[in-house]
Structure formats: structure tokens, C-alpha cells
């Protein structure tokens, strides 16, 4: 009989035992899962997060991509410069246009005044890279920029061209003189020659032949008469100044005109 209490004692010492593990296997086992999920919604949040983030990064790259630079900003004029400037054809031009404008003397003095500053200009240009003559370029285009800032706080008619004669900006002061606007001038290819009369024009390059490779004199003081779109005559006082770039060529001329009411 001892033995069967100490049996039946024995049973349920093990059947407690068994409770007991299973309820801490139980315990042990909604930890588990408690852990489980706990890091399963870590996960997720961390996932969903980095889906913002992607988002966010993309949104921004796709704005950034589509972001562009105004057309009168130093970073356009760095990024999309990548040519030089052929100033072949704005020379050809100058001789076609005194062939059918002007008189045989008016045309020898022209011819005789780039005879002048063309083997200076051979010289300074034969040694210079395709790299040195598109620096030329993004520096012609910066002085640009830097002078349309200028020009818009000045009541002087101005323009800038460059040394074929080429117009490359307009104030709009020299437009009210004129009555020539900035598109018929910059978006057209218009030479500064063009508007002047044919003894203005040879005077012009004259000057501009004797001074341009001239370091006691840069600017230049004279007169000259403009035309108007109806060929109206308008006489001015004229000062023109060359600007040079780092190889000592001259890069843009700069003209100022003041009309003569007298």
C-alpha cells in the first residue's frame, strides 16, 4: 500500500512537473511569438521607410533632371559651351558685304585696314588648341552676361559685338535710338557695320585695325552716322573700346552712342 501512495506520489509529481514545463513552454513560446512579431513590424516600418526614402530621393532626382538652367546664367554658359566660335564666316561676310556696298576706294581701305591687324592675329592664333579657342568662347560668352547686367543700369545706347563686327547684345536705349530692335539685331546675325553708313563703316575698321593690338590705346573716341530700318539718318558721337581675352586678342568691343542734336 506505501507503494502505491509513493507511486501514486511519483505520478503526480511528474504530472505537475509535465504541467509546469508545459506552461513554461507555453510562456516561452508566446514570447517567441510576441519577439516574432514585434520584429515583423520592425521589418515592415523599416521597409515602408525605405520606400519613402526612395521616393523622396527619386522625386528629387526627377525634378533635378527636369530642373534647367536659365539661358542667362553663368552655369549655362559652362555647361553648354562646348564649341568654338567660327569666325571665319563673320570675315567672308565683311568682304562680300564691301564688295556689294561700297565703292573701289571705300573697299581698298577696308582690304588695307585688315591687311593691318591680320598677321598679329595669325601670329597670337596659330599656336592655340581646340581646347584654348573654346576657353575663348565660354570667356566671350561671360563677358556677355557680365555687361547685360551692366547695360541695364545705364541710359547710354550701347552694344557689344565681336570683332568680326558681329552684334551679340543690344541695350535697349540704342533700340529707342535707332528704332532697330534686339531681335532684328542679335537673333539675325547683324553686323555693326550693317548700320552705319559706307564712310562710318571704312572709318570704323580703320580704327579698330590700328588699336586692336595697341596696348597704349584701347578705346576710341569718333563719329559716326547710323541708319535706321527706313534708312533715316541718325548722326552720333561714338566711343568704342576692345576688350581682350588672357592671349591678348581682342574678344568683344563695347560701343557707346550719344546722339548729335545740333
Known sequence: MVENWQRQGALEAMANSLQHQHQHQGHLQRSALAHHHHQVQQQQQQVRQNNNSNTTVQTGAARASKRKFPS???????????????YTDGFHYLLRFVRERMDKEEMM??????????????????????????????????????FEK?????????????????????GK??????QWSRDQLVNKKTYIYEL???????????K??????????????????LLSPTNRVVPCTFCFTIKRDI???PLAIVGNFLPILS
Not at 72 to 86: L, M
Not at 150 to 170: D, H, M, N, Y
Request: a negative charge; aromatic letters at 12%; glycine letters at 2%.
Open 196 to 206: 552705319m553708313d559706307n564712310q562710318s563703316a571704312v572709318e570704323y575698321w580703320e
Open 247 to 249: 592671349f591678348d586678342i
Open 173 to 178: 536705349e540704342f533700340s529707342l535710338l535707332t
Open 150 to 170: 551692366l547695360i541695364s543700369f545705364s541710359g547710354t545706347p550701347t552694344v557689344v559685338w565681336r570683332r568680326t563686327g558681329e552684334i551679340a547684345l543690344v
Open 208 to 225: 579698330f585695325s590700328t588699336h586692336a593690338f595697341e596696348n597704349t590705346e584701347q578705346t576710341v573716341m569718333t563719329t559716326c552716322i
Open 109 to 146: 581701305r577696308v582690304c588695307r585696314a585688315m591687311a593691318m591687324f591680320r598677321p598679329s592675329f595669325i601670329a597670337l592664333i596659330m599656336n592655340l588648341t581646340p581646347e584654348d579657342l573654346i576657353f575663348m568662347e565660354t570667356c566671350f560668352q561671360r563677358t556677355v552676361l557680365e
Open 72 to 86: 542667362n546664367t553663368p552655369e549655362n554658359v559652362y555647361a553648354n559651351t562646348k564649341q568654338p566660335f567660327n
